[in-house]
């Protein structure tokens, strides 16, 4: 992920603390808001760990994204923090005259609200998140969202200005109300994708199913999917259909069966986070000589635009077999 799509995914998580903290929240003790708008980003603080390419992306939406790291144990670090800040500041005359008194308890609620917000929210989309780790390394995703929603932030953003400025919270209740509305009838057409993919031609019996959402026309689908090592694309509109998919590709294979790849996929650090991370991992094999270049990619973020940043290569060399084969088709 680029640095900007997650800049611009951090600004949803914050918006969606500050609602939380429009609605009256922020009222209930000094450093309300901070609480609130720290705590929805809370989560990422596992992109600074590690330091080779794809250790971060390994690690992200892992541990700090579930329900035991990021929801039960951060939290209380939070709001520790906020209060040592807040009493350095008592200390040293550095709070505004009548402030809102500090309530721990409440900075603590306040932090466990704005921590929960965040594996939730990313759990809407492709990119999915390992809820339960450590007790489970799987990935789980809902589909509901592209990476940065535009209608989200509308909904959110003109929330906040209109409770800042009414100096009322029924105005952030409402975008609320809104975003989860938004959240739930996208998750409904992923279902509907998914199932649209399943009764098309042939049956298909899929183990992986994505259903990404575009960014403006939130209701279309690209609905990518993995059955016996072969991938398969098409698009989707409810508009269209409610049980119809359209521009079926042909299936491709993945290559991951290939044993060429399987040496690669072990080569070494890189190669291996990134498959730790990857959810429909595809391969390409390039040849030169006595030695093959795998690249390593994921079928969710196949776009040329995205392409080279979502991969990870490995040089093999090859055996006499295969050296004498290559050798040969030159």
Known sequence: MTDEERCLDNLTHSLVGWALAETGLKHRTRKGLAACVLAANMPDIDVLFGWVPWAPLAMHRGFTHGLVGGVLLLPPVLAALLWLIDRWQAANGRLAE??????????????????????????????????????????YHTDALFIVSPWLLAFLGLGIWSARRQAMGR???????????????????????????????????????????APVRFWQREVIWREHGMIGRAQY??????????????????????????RAAVANAEVRDFLDWSQMPVASVSRQGCTAQVTFGDARFAAPAMRESFNAKALIPLDRNHCAESVANR
């Open 171 to 213: 105005s952030a209740i409402a975008a609320l109300a809104a975003a989860l509305g938004f959240i739930l009838l996208n998750v409904g057409i992923s279902l509907l994708a998914d199932d649209a993919l399943r009764m098309s031609s042939g049956y298909p019996d899929p183990d992986r199913v994505f259903a990404s959402p």
């Open 98 to 139: 009548g402030a809102t008194p500090i309530h721990f308890g409440w900075l603590v609620a306040l932090c466990y609200l704005g921590a929960l917000t965040h594996p939730l929210l990313d759990l809407q989309n492709v990119y999915a998140v390992q809820l339960m780790s450590p007790l489970d390394d799987r990935w």
């Open 237 to 262: 509109d409810p508009l269209a259909g409610l049980a119809m998919l359209r521009g079926v590709q042909p299936l491709v294979p993945d290559n991951m069966a290939n044993p060429v790849v399987h």
